[in-house]
């Protein structure tokens, strides 16, 4: 299926590695022109050429931290210089403190902080300096990265829930502002996905891993690609009438019928 978006320019955030690398990868297959932001600058400048080379397309590495303003302003005049702003963009943020604890083992305020400056603060400085860039347009799509345990609170993950709840709030007051404007903000919240391309303390344990796999009623993990393509087609012009929604990817495990 044409999904009706080649030639349009995507900012990915959070875009070095992990998901955000393969949403970026996603979109481009589907001729997306990519900006691509992450603290890595060299690492960022490699998943950018390696993004031209297979599919085609331009993509352009700013190097930033998505919790500090002036590098926010920086990637806004980037953008719009090079496309006066984005057509899509897709909030992708770093994860909550390691290691994962109990709710009233969460006593660190560093570790609240940290929470809250990376996966909401983060997200609202990026909207409220580079959404305005999209309304001009008359055409835009939104896509926030949260998790399905906001919707189905998962074992140790109240440091996490808390602030993604938050990024659903935000995205759905959003949803309702700008969608006269012709741009829709949704969101996609998955669980249990395989994190094998991950390293050290982020990666589950085989243990882990499989006890994870009988919280779904398919018996095994999600794929990249299932949460990528998710992505992909909220991008789409078929999915113009969707916002102001979550997407579940998480294989059946939250049990609630709305």
Not at 175 to 185: F, R, Y
Not at 235 to 247: P, V
Request: hydrophobic fraction near 45%; charged fraction near 20%.
């Amino acid at each position: 299926m044409d999904l009706g978006i080649a030639g349009k320019t995507a900012l990915v955030t959070a875009s070095s590695g992990g998901m955000g690398k393969n949403i970026a990868h996603a979109l481009a297959a589907e001729g997306v022109n990519l900006v691509l932001f992450a603290r890595s600058a060299d690492t960022l400048s490699a998943v950018a050429a390696e993004i031209a080379q297979k599919h085609g397309v331009k993509a352009l590495a700013v190097a930033g931290d998505m919790r500090v303003a002036a590098d926010i302003d920086r990637l806004a005049d980037v953008l719009q210089k090079e496309c006066g702003g984005p057509d899509i963009l897709v909030l992708n943020t770093g994860r909550a403190p390691n290691p994962i604890l109990a709710v009233l083992d969460e006593t660190d305020e560093a570790r609240w902080n940290e929470a809250y400056q990376t996966q909401l603060w983060s997200d609202i400085l990026v909207v409220k300096r580079i959404v305005p860039l999209m309304l001009g347009k008359g055409w835009g799509r939104i896509i926030a990265i949260t998790s399905a345990s906001v919707k189905e609170p998962m074992h140790n993950h109240s440091l996490s829930t808390v602030f993604r709840a938050g990024v659903t709030a935000y995205m759905k007051h959003l949803a309702n502002e700008i969608g006269n404007k012709g741009v829709t903000v949704n969101c996609v919240a998955p669980a249990l996905i395989d994190t094998s391309h991950r390293s050290g303390s982020a990666a589950y344990s085989a243990a882990d891993t499989e006890k994870r796999k009988k919280l779904t009623p398919l018996g095994r993990a999600g794929s990249q690609s299932e949460v990528t393509g998710t992505v992909a087609f909220l991008a789409s012009m078929q999915a113009g009438f969707i916002t102001g929604s979550t997407i579940q990817v998480e294989g059946g495990m939250v049990g609630a019928l709305v």
